[in-house]
């Protein structure tokens, strides 16, 4: 557009020059001819050379006007056909979208603040059970629920925001949702995109194989509790040097069995509305950790050393039986896995507002892989990490112990946590608040 405004001007000035030019000319012919010969025909003759340097003037200025008007006119038509390209583009990309937005099994709602609903996909509108295209607001569409209205308030301030787990009522039945929302910009103005997931069928599966088990190991403990008793009889009998090995067996199993019941059961009940049952009082925390020391001690008499860093008159409040159970399963776990380093340092402190017990073995190391899963039940690390279990003394572990260490922390408000070096062993650290707190 620059370059043709440009060539218009130029050719302007030069149609301007020319006709100035040939006009002073004819009019000094003109004056020629009036004063020596006739003066009507030099005005005539003047006349005709106005009009046909008029005539030539518009019509090179006309000419000159329509080129760059036929470019424009082009320029025109070719930004009408890419915009139109553009649109359509634009227009399948958003059919692409919506498709794929539809098909996410997760509700998304697009929230702009304060109030408005901007979009939401075919599983919100299935979740909430609400037709679309409706008009709804923030508050109609999710039913005023304070723990979505909640959530997208403090995404709103703070960028994001997330809610575990929470219940709502659909068609009379409780629903249990998780979600997470995070801010972004649209027009000039902040809004949300929230993403809620039903989990009610994996609550209710969790809640079924929690029950299924606490009941099966209670039914378990009387005939595990029998054999135990008859492998005892046979241990001590009168019986043939060859059959004492089968005895020591059976009694070395129904051991282990009753601990895996034992144990489980621990976990039914941490799990299962602790705050019904467990009962805080304040007491010294240093004879429980030497208790609980000398016990794994009893069990793993190879280990030469474990060390006990802790002030004489540090005192919590927390269950004492629960407390020296959490020391007994972490010292037990490092006893179990330290290897050829048969050094084990337990430190306890208070640190702010929280007790800390860390406890330090120098084995092999857990692996990267298995370190976030290292508390959950029945989980075993590589091999590497528990070669050295079958220790003499040792009728190894349930496989629970770190469950039922975190849970116990739960249970009084708490956190567990692990790190570990390749071959320079792990430390895990027990932490709940010092002086108690609500459950």
């Known amino acids: 557009m620059t370059n043709l405004g440009s060539s218009v001007r130029k050719r302007s000035g030069k149609i301007f020059a020319v006709s100035a030019i040939a006009l002073v000319a004819a009019v000094l012919l003109c004056f020629f001819i009036a004063k020596n010969y006739n003066p009507a025909v030099g005005v005539a003759i003047l006349a005709i050379f106005a009009i046909f340097l008029f005539a030539l003037a518009f019509r090179s200025i006309v000419s000159m006007y329509q080129v760059p008007l036929d470019a424009i006119s082009e320029q025109a038509d070719e930004i009408a056909k890419n915009l139109q390209s553009r649109t359509q583009e634009v227009a399948e990309l958003t059919t692409k979208l919506q498709s794929i937005f539809d098909t996410i099994e997760e509700a998304i709602a697009v929230i702009r603040a304060p109030n408005e609903?901007?979009?939401?996909?075919?599983?919100?509108?299935?979740?909430?059970?609400?037709?679309?295209?409706?008009g709804y607001t923030t508050e109609s569409f999710f039913f005023g629920?304070?723990?979505?209205?909640?959530?997208?308030?403090?995404?709103?301030?703070?960028?994001?925001?997330?809610?575990?787990?929470?219940?709502?009522?659909?068609?009379?039945n409780e629903?249990?949702?998780?979600?997470?929302?995070?801010?972004?910009?649209?027009?000039?103005?902040?809004?949300?995109v929230i993403v809620i997931s039903d989990i009610t069928s994996s609550k209710r599966t969790e809640l079924t194989k929690k029950n299924f088990v606490a009941?099966?190991?209670?039914?378990?403990?009387?005939?595990?509790q029998i054999v135990r008793g008859y492998a005892e009889m046979l241990n001590t009998?009168?019986?043939?040097e060859e059959n004492k090995s089968w005895a020591e067996i059976i009694l070395h199993q129904s051991l282990r069995m009753e601990r895996i019941v034992s144990d489980l059961l621990m976990l039914a009940k941490l799990e299962h509305d602790p705050a019904s049952w467990i009962v805080r009082e304040r007491f010294p925390i240093k004879p429980v950790l030497e208790e609980a020391a000398q016990t794994v001690k009893l069990q793993y008499p190879e280990i030469s050393r474990i060390s006990i860093d802790c002030p004489d008159e540090l005192e919590i409040e927390a269950s004492p039986g629960l407390i020296?159970?959490?020391?007994?399963?972490?010292i037990s776990n490092a006893a179990q896995h330290s290897g050829s380093h048969d050094k084990i340092i337990v430190g306890a402190m208070q640190e702010n507002e929280d007790f800390v017990l860390r406890v330090r073995d120098y084995g092999a190391g857990i692996p990267p892989k298995d370190l976030a899963?290292?508390?959950?039940?029945?989980?075993?690390?590589?091999?590497?990490?528990s070669q050295s279990s079958g220790k003499s003394g040792s009728s190894g572990g349930s496989g629970l112990g770190l469950a039922i260490v975190k849970h116990i922390a739960f249970a009084h408000g708490g956190t567990v946590h692990a790190e570990s070096w390749a071959g320079e062993g792990a430390l895990f650290e027990f932490r709940i608040p010092a002086r108690g707190s609500d459950l």
């Open 117 to 134: 609903l901007l979009s939401a996909n075919t599983s919100a509108y299935r979740l909430f059970g609400l037709s679309p295209g409706a």
């Open 373 to 385: 899963h290292i508390f959950e039940r029945f989980y075993r690390a590589d091999k590497s990490r």
């Open 324 to 330: 020296e159970q959490a020391a007994f399963n972490l």
């Open 145 to 172: 629920s304070p723990a979505i209205l909640g959530l997208i308030e403090t995404c709103l301030k703070e960028g994001k925001a997330s809610i575990e787990q929470f219940s709502m009522l659909k068609d009379k």
């Open 215 to 224: 009941n099966v190991s209670h039914e378990l403990r009387t005939p595990v």
């Open 237 to 240: 009998a009168d019986i043939p």
């Open 175 to 192: 629903i249990i949702l998780s979600a997470r929302a995070q801010r972004f910009a649209v027009s000039q103005s902040d809004a949300a």
